[in-house]
């Protein structure tokens, strides 16, 4: 059918082109740039084609460490976040854009593996990953790292308030935190989603105090809810607004604080910020890697994979993604090492639970939180 | 003055003489073809797909996953605030830019075409920049709140704008003044002011003149650019999600969030559909209207209808309205280079942000050096700037062929060929397609040779082409629908060739209009980034997507770099702006 369509509106567009046309000029919107560096050469035999998300960023040396290794390129494809780069693959998923996909996490995992866009690989490499973070039994889906979302405070505001900062996600409803809390939409934020799952996982949905009590206790507390961190973080947070924001408490990610110190004007002794993570505040968000199905060429795409898993890039991660890397054999940069703290236990969720009751529980919270 | 008469008396002539003429009514349906092909095969063959996957994943049609769409009032009440929402930030704009329109129109003084640049820069600012900028301004502890609490000696803010109504609307206004400034500006220049004066030496009062000789003589130019601003308002994404809070939803967010987070596609398509479709028939209404409304002027060349301001009161209109430009328009943007410069040290200004956008310390792959940055962007806006000027006027030519009489009041649309009546609503119909839903059509469709393009830097071009085509066409039509058939006549009587008499008679009258379309395209081009974000490209990144790459990571040094690198697109753009209004065909654009 589509085909037909296409013959059709190519004849269409024949017609038109052949007839004494009018006298304005047509244009052929060639981009006029070169392509920048480190483009893979079109003509190269070999290429390895990678669909990630915008977040996605990683050193030229190690981009060139693979391509050397495998006499390849790597052409990366991005689009959006990690939802519309999902989304897309599983949309093309009879003539897929590339032949891996990187950047699936772990709220979206069984999205993905019920859509069936992943072929199992097994990789030799999965045997330096811990256990804990492989959740796809079949191989389709690798972890390649992590990050946990928790609350994050303002270290000084504390200080100059002479207010302890909070410890677990009790605190928050308090009456002397009133009003300090700043938390993105779960309806339309990944940390927003991340963090309102750490508190279904940590309060549960039944018992006498679910995590909806929870939230409308947070509610009567002023809790403020933003579209995305970017405005939470940026505009209401009182140490990344520099100022203009009220509220020193936001929901952010573990590794938040080593990156502000990594990214500071001067340097600091101590991170400026910190994360709370006691037991169960946090959500842990894994980020998987897969082999598409479709793959054009899965040897290289296997290689890729790999290379992914392996220490050259992993230990490349915090610094670009700022993310944790999950091959444990990989050292990790000094202001991680120094600054960033691992929540041990973060907040349970079955990840398959997360597909089946995401819009219920989106929806729920909405209603509690928002209207 | 009888126009109607007048008119009546062209109307027939016209009939009577023109057919044939005008090279534009010679091959109405070769010019109407061009950019119909371009939407046939890069919106509705894209649209179709998508909507088709949607509804029929399986192959056969069901529509049950639609009963959510009446099960609850959501979506319904949805649909009403977008609706509402959008008229009251449509009548604001309009009530606040028509003066603005007027002393643009009227006046000459220094600094004029600067102010005009500046007054367009908004338009390509990403949301989420201009929620900083405004939360910087307007929130709790922004500069008027602490101005107004240190000057009346306040315990807590007077305002609390955040996350309201007021703040979306303040930015619709803050978005879109451009639109009516230009686009009515520009049509105000060119009419004669004899025709005023005439009414008030007849005894007339200042706003009876206005009203019976100017406004009616306006109405196509306010039509359009009201037109365009209801539907921006109305498929508002980012200002309504950001600067509105959570509390407010629009049909396209509503869009987004089914899509993306839910891939409920039928919702998503439904929701997509009635967007659409309330696009469509607002389009109809509208192209009617203005048909109706158009009349042939004589357009009169600006240094006959612009002067310096000469009295105190003209001094004072002058002052006022580019006051309030200043006010509502540049301090955002002024608070934005503030930060830029002042983030990083504790007093005065430093350019550590600016420098840091040239380094690239961690060697990442994916580091985007600043001129590279800006060479995407501009040239993305180029190649998108030039194929929707030569599709608009192709689009605005066959619109405009008045063989079945669209200048003639007196006879009945229905001469008009069916097709080219549905033309314009059809133009328009990219405006109200949310991005994501088309975004996923492109990598549908468009996936198989010789429209295998899902990885194509052209998609980008062709994806802001779409959104970019109806203001060229809104630009232009109001000017070539003003053109007296006299003159095409005449030059057709001295055995001008058809291609002359467009040339020569057609081109100088609405070369100024064409020039305003290509203002909006570029700048539509440049600031462009949800379907940009949406379509899956190898490393070229624009500007804004530079931006919120920046901002998407902690760290004063990215916030900053991000400020920065909105500066440099500010910087850019004021740039172009100047530049094309700079740029003229021979005596072309003195009109």
């Known amino acids: ?165 909070p410890a677990n996600l009790e605190d928050l409803v308090k009456p002397e935190y009133k009003g300090l809390t700043v938390v993105e939409n779960a309806a339309t934020s990944s940390p927003g989603l991340a963090f309102l799952l750490a508190t279904i996982g940590h309060f549960g949905e039944t018992g006498d105090y679910t995590y909806l009590d929870y939230w409308a206790d947070l509610r009567d507390n002023d809790v403020l809810v933003t579209e995305g961190w970017e405005d939470a973080y940026w505009g209401q947070f009182t140490y990344g607004s520099g100022g203009e924001g009220e509220r020193p408490i936001v929901v952010s990610y573990a590794s938040s604080p080593p990156v502000e110190v990594y990214f500071a004007e001067e340097p600091f002794d101590e991170a400026p910020t910190a994360a709370v993570v006691s037991d169960g505040s946090c959500f842990r968000q894994i980020e998987f890697v897969g082999i598409l199905r479709g793959a054009q060429n899965r040897e290289l795409a296997e290689a890729w994979v790999d290379f992914m898993l392996g220490t050259i890039f992993q230990k490349d991660i915090p610094l670009h993604m700022f993310m944790f890397p999950a091959n444990e054999q990989a050292a990790l940069p000094e202001v991680f090492a120094k600054f960033a703290v691992v929540p041990e236990h973060p907040a349970e969720v079955d990840y398959a639970a997360i597909e089946a009751n995401r819009e219920a529980w989106i929806e729920a919270w909405t209603e509690t939180v928002l209207r | ?83 509402w929402q ?96 230009r686009i009515v500006g520009t049509m105000w220049s060119n009419l004669d002011p004899r025709l005023e004066e005439a009414a008030r030496m007849l005894g007339a009062s200042r706003w009876r003149a206005f009203r019976e000789t100017t406004l009616p003589l306006l109405l196509p130019a306010i039509g359009a650019a009201a037109f365009l601003t209801f539907i921006f308002c109305f498929t508002s994404f980012g200002v309504v999600l950001v600067l509105g809070g959570s509390r407010f939803a629009t049909l396209e967010v509503e869009i987004y969030r089914q899509t993306i987070h839910y891939l409920n596609l039928p919702l998503a398509a439904a929701l997509s559909l009635i967007q659409i479709l309330f696009t469509f028939g607002m389009m109809v209404a509208y192209t009617r209207l203005q048909a109706r409304a158009t009349l042939p002027l004589e357009l009169r060349a600006r240094r006959v209808t612009q002067h310096q301001p000469r009295r105190w009161r003209e001094w004072l209109v002058v002052v006022a309205n580019v006051g309030l430009m200043l006010a509502l328009l540049v301090t955002p943007l002024a608070a934005l280079v503030e930060r830029s410069l002042t983030l990083s040290t504790a007093g005065g200004a430093s350019i550590s942000f600016y420098r840091q956008l040239f380094e690239n310390p961690r060697s990442s792959a994916f580091y985007v050096p600043p001129v590279a940055a800006v060479r995407n962007s501009v040239g993305f806006a180029l190649a998108t700037t030039a194929l929707s000027v030569a599709l608009g006027l192709m689009a605005a030519a066959a619109l405009d062929n008045r063989g079945g009489g669209t200048a003639c009041p007196g006879c009945r649309q229905a001469r ?69 058939p006299q003159l095409r006549e005449a030059a057709a009587l001295l055995s001008a060739s058809p291609w002359r008499v467009w040339r020569e008679v057609d081109l100088p009258i609405v070369a100024r209009a064409v020039l305003v379309g290509a203002v909006f395209a570029f700048t539509i081009s440049m600031g462009e980034f949800g379907a940009t974000s949406l379509i899956a490209r190898p490393e070229r990144p624009t500007m804004p997507i530079a931006i919120y790459r920046f901002l998407g990571r902690p760290g004063a040094a990215n916030y900053g770099q991000a400020l920065a690198m909105s500066t440099l697109l500010m910087l850019v753009c004021t740039v172009g702006f100047l530049a094309i209004e700079r740029f003229r065909v021979g005596e072309v654009g003195e009109f």
């Open chain 1, 1 to 165: 059918m589509k085909r037909i369509i296409m013959i059709a509106l190519i004849g269409l567009l024949a017609l038109t082109a052949c007839g004494p046309g009018p006298a304005a000029p047509t244009v052929t919107p060639v981009p006029t740039t070169p392509p920048d560096t480190p483009t893979p050469v079109p003509s190269a035999p070999r290429q390895v084609r990678v669909m990630t998300h915008d977040s996605f960023d990683i050193s030229e040396e190690t981009i060139a460490a693979f391509e050397e290794q495998h006499d390849a390129t790597v052409e990366i494809l991005q689009a959006g976040d990690a939802g519309v780069v999902l989304n897309q693959a599983i949309l093309s998923v009879d003539n897929p854009l590339a032949d891996v996909l990187y950047g699936v996490d772990s709220t979206l995992l069984s999205r993905a593996l019920d859509a069936g866009i992943f072929e199992p690989y097994e990789s030799p490499v999965l045997a330096e990953i811990p256990d804990r973070l492989e959740l796809d039994d079949q191989h389709r889906a690798l972890p390649v790292d992590y990050g946990n979302v928790c609350l994050n405070y303002d270290k000084g505001w504390f200080a100059a308030q002479g207010l302890a900062p």
């Open chain 2, 1 to 83: 003055m009888k126009p109607n008469k007048e008119r009546r008396r062209w109307g027939d002539r016209e009939k009577r003489r023109q057919r044939g003429k005008n090279p534009l009514s010679l091959s109405p349906y070769l010019l109407v073809s061009v950019p119909l092909v371009f939407l046939l095969l890069f919106y509705f063959y894209p649209l179709a797909s998508i909507l088709t996957l949607s509804f029929a994943p399986e192959g056969h049609f069901s529509l049950a996953s639609l009963g959510k769409l009446f099960s609850t009032s959501h979506y319904l009440e949805t649909f009403w605030f977008t609706t």
């Open chain 2, 86 to 181: 959008a008229a009251v930030s449509t009548l604001l704009t309009v009530g606040l830019a028509l003066p603005g329109a007027y002393v643009f129109a009227r006046y000459d003084f220094p600094g004029k075409s600067l102010v005009q640049a500046l007054t367009t820069v908004p338009f390509v600012l990403p949301t989420i920049v201009v929620a900083l900028a405004f939360t910087a301004l307007l929130g709790p502890r922004g500069l008027l709140n602490t101005g107004l609490t240190s000057l009346l000696g306040l315990e807590r803010p007077p305002l609390d704008l955040q996350h309201t109504l007021a703040i979306i609307l303040l930015a619709h206004v803050f978005y879109n003044y451009v639109l009516v400034l």
């Open chain 2, 416 to 484: 008009k060929p069916a097709l080219q009546r549905l033309l314009d609503p059809i133009l328009m119909l990219p405006l109200g397609t949310s991005a994501v839903t088309l975004g996923l059509g492109y990598i549908v469709a468009l996936d198989e040779p010789p429209l295998n393009l899902r990885t194509s830097p052209l998609l980008v071009v062709l994806a802001h082409t779409l959104v970019a085509l109806p203001f060229v066409v809104r630009s232009v039509l109001p000017a070539l629908r003003s053109i007296q």
